[in-house]
């Protein structure tokens, strides 16, 4: 559903990212993991056209991503929670949820949407006309991920759900996505710092680490953690007994 | 309490066409980061639009000759196209540039369109007269008499800015401008369509400065280049103290620049009115001393992480 071909992008002299290639079937999770400064949220920044690559190709179902502009890649269907959430904080709940729906034509099913969005997340409802800048951290990312179903989505894009989160509400926006796939048919790429809950929810596991794909392969084949520890680090466990304090 | 009530009317209708100029600017600096300099001269030619454009010095009425049901909609659709052409000839190619350079460009677009006029019309100051009887007394209360264009540039304003806050709240595309103008790079992400939102704001920005023109032209009864400069300068402090960013800073700082002025130029010894100005200057230099943040908080600059 969405190819990556040797994706590189320079911030300048800095190069964040050097040649990578990603391969995303549809209906599957997958998840990079990687370090700060990694180049993960640039991967996505790129995938979202709001970046444009020196050099490489990103396609979704065939049709050309990179050289478009944001709106035209959220019009394709490719939906992003970007880092930090971005909420509308002037805006109301609802107000965010409709600009959510600002390239939809199809009154009704916008409505039905927004009941399942509300559905999903019922605190939504509950606060919907409160300003949203008013929500805690928790609820806003509920936001952000209900306002990115609201374009409909197939290929929706999040950049580290947990950031800043109490364990308990990560657990439940897992439970969110992992349900998203199932009742929708979603095909979900999540960003991820730390590997061990990414490798739980997700199919396919990317490790990046300064610019580069370390690691690619099956979550379920990637279990024993230590070859995505090196791929991690850039070294392996065994040698963590050799670092001088 | 007769004298209270005339400098009060005073205050509000001046400190009505310091806000509705201050709306424009705020406006367009919501969804552009522009502080566009040029907005005192778009007033300029809503006014001028007027009458024949010739050098000559006595003013021939054209436009202002018409019906007031044909007049204003002519003025307004001079001034809004004249405001999509600054988008696209200047502000779109600019818009990637810094907001400094974007500002640059307008001061650039400002002296171009004063030279036009120049060009056009000569630079001497005409007299026009439109609606004259305007300026009639109406009686509010015993003792109390107010040009009746007072009372309708305080309606106007307040009309105008109920319709403002109807389009930005219960519309569709006022809500994507408001999102626009909170996180521009977002909203696109969500697939507002950036060229059209801006042409939008740039186009409502256009109708309030058309609005401006024709209250103030009939209100001064002069054509002049620069006429639009000065109203410019007090708008866009309005907006600074009002809060950059805020519609509601720009309106409130419009009112504030308005009264200040108003009770300067009633209080203030006869020699020393002619320093109006300066005591203006000098109480906005103090409220950007003890609010540096503006009088109004932009809702945007108070986001939770």
């Keep these: ?245 | 309490m007769a004298f209270a009530l005339q400098v009060l009317m005073n205050a509000l209708s001046l400190g009505s066409l310091y806000a509705l100029a201050a709306l424009g600017i705020g406006l367009l600096f919501g969804v552009l980061k522009l502080i566009n300099f040029a907005h005192g001269d778009f007033i300029t030619v809503g006014a001028y639009a007027l009458i024949v454009p010739s050098a000559a010095t006595q003013a021939t009425l054209m436009i202002g000759d018409f019906h007031p049901l044909i007049l204003i909609p002519c003025i307004v659709a001079v001034v809004v196209i004249l405001a999509l052409i600054a988008e696209f000839l200047v502000f779109r190619p600019l818009r990637s540039a810094s907001p400094a350079t974007l500002m640059i460009g307008s001061f650039a677009l400002g002296f171009v369109i004063q030279n036009i006029l120049i060009m056009i019309y000569g630079g001497r100051p005409k007299a026009v007269g439109i609606w004259s009887d305007l300026s009639l007394g109406v009686e509010l209360m015993e003792g109390v008499e107010v040009p009746k264009l007072q009372l309708i540039i305080i309606g106007v304003t307040l009309v105008l800015m109920v319709v403002l806050v109807l389009f930005l709240t219960k519309t569709k595309y006022g809500v994507h401008m408001r999102a626009a103008a909170e996180d521009f790079r977002m909203a696109r992400m969500l697939g507002i369509e950036a060229n059209r939102v801006i042409m939008l704001a740039v186009a409502i920005s256009g109708m309030l400065a058309a609005a401006v023109s024709m209250l103030f032209v009939v209100q001064t009864g002069i054509l002049e280049f620069r006429m639009g400069v000065s109203l410019m300068l007090f708008a866009f402090i309005a907006t600074v103290i009002g809060g950059m960013g805020s519609l509601v800073g720009a309106v409130v700082g419009g009112f504030a620049v308005g009264a200040v002025s108003i009770l300067l130029q009633t209080f203030l010894p006869s020699e020393m009115r002619v320093f109006r100005d300066v005591f203006v200057f000098a109480i906005v230099i103090f409220i950007l001393l003890v609010r540096p943040q503006g009088l109004v908080m932009s809702r945007a600059s108070r986001e939770r992480v």
């Design chain 1, 1 to 245: 559903m969405l190819e990556v071909k040797d994706l590189e992008v320079r911030y300048g002299r800095l190069t964040a990212l050097r040649g990578i290639n990603l391969s995303i079937k549809e209906g599957e999770i997958a998840c990079i993991v990687g370090p700060n400064g990694a180049g993960k949220s640039t991967t996505l920044l790129s995938i979202s056209s709001v970046l444009n690559p020196t050099a490489g190709t990103i396609t979704f179902d065939g049709q050309q991503i990179n050289g478009t502009r944001p709106e035209d890649v959220a019009r394709m269907g490719v939906s992003q929670v970007p880092e930090g959430r971005h909420i509308f904080t002037s805006l109301t709940v609802e107000e965010n949820l409709q600009v959510g729906t600002a390239t939809r034509r199809d009154k009704p099913e916008m409505k039905r949407d927004y009941e399942r969005v509300i559905e999903t997340f019922p605190i939504l409802g509950e606060r919907r006309r409160q300003s949203a800048g008013k929500l805690s951290g928790g609820e806003q990312q509920m936001l952000a991920i209900g306002r990115a179903l609201m374009t409909s989505p197939r290929f929706m894009t999040i950049d580290e759900p947990s950031l800043g989160l109490a364990p308990k509400i990560v657990d439940r926006v897992y439970e969110v996505l992992i349900d998203l796939r199932k009742s929708r048919g979603l095909t979900l790429l999540i960003v991820e710092q730390s590997s061990e809950r990414a490798l739980k929810a997700a199919d396919t596991l990317y490790v990046l680490r300064n610019g580069a794909i370390q690691l690619a392969g099956k979550a379920s084949e990637l279990q024993d953690g230590k070859a995505v520890h090196k791929a991690y680090f850039g070294f392996s466990d065994d040698h963590e007994g050799e670092v001088m304090i």
